[in-house]
């Protein structure tokens, strides 16, 4: 098992996600909060999960571009793909800024986050289906 992998663990939507220092859904003691409220991402949380979905996007734009292919069409990103990007990207990233663990509620609002952030990066970025 690889180390994203040990560090989160899928949760239910009443407990919080697991890593490696164990689970955490308050602040520890002398930290920011990461939530604003139980549902809720702080405004740290969001930025980073939007600069993961605007990476994801100049990541996949360059795969495509290099299997020379062209750019155009619709987001071809999914939710689920999303969701493996905050668990291997923004959770660990969360905790080396010392920020407690997210319940999977928030989990799952980051994912949305990250995947609309991706989506908009790629709509803006494509390539026109008629210049073919």
Known sequence: MDAAATRVARATPSRSVAVASGTASVPREGRVSTTTSTDELSPLARSRAEHVGR?????????????????????????????????????PWLDTQGQPAVSSRQCEGAARVVYASARSAWMETRESEEDA
């Open 55 to 91: 990476s994801w996007a100049t990541r996949l734009r360059a795969a495509i571009v290099l299997e020379k292919r062209r750019p155009c069409g619709g987001w071809p990103g999914t939710l689920s793909e999303a969701r493996a990007h905050v668990a291997i990207s923004l959770l």
